[in-house]
């Protein structure tokens, strides 16, 4: 699904994704095509699944985002080893 599939189908609600397309670019991830897990109304009932799911299975990419943005661009984690400061 695109995202503007996404925001006709769920208008004005929070949505946890599944990412199933993507690029990166200077830090950013530029998410092109997902699948939509679940959608609530309320911020922290769709934070509190992401968390859920992440946790379960930390290998698949999840996300979640307000319908009304215009578009979906997150800022990349850090992931890997960290030398000594």
């Known amino acids: 699904m695109r995202w503007n599939e996404v925001q006709e189908r769920f208008s004005n609600e929070w949505v946890v994704l599944e990412v199933t397309k993507a690029h990166s670019k ?14 609530f109304d309320d911020s922290v ?6 968390s859920e799911l992440h946790q379960n299975e ?3 990419e999840y996300c979640f985002f307000h319908t009304s943005r215009p578009e979906i661009v997150a ?10 400061r």
């Open 75 to 84: 800022r990349e984690r850090y992931v890997g080893v960290r030398g000594p």
């Open 26 to 39: 200077e830090g950013l991830r530029f998410i092109e095509e997902m699948t939509v897990i679940d959608s």
């Open 45 to 50: 009932k769709a934070l509190k699944r992401y």
């Open 58 to 60: 930390p290998h698949r």
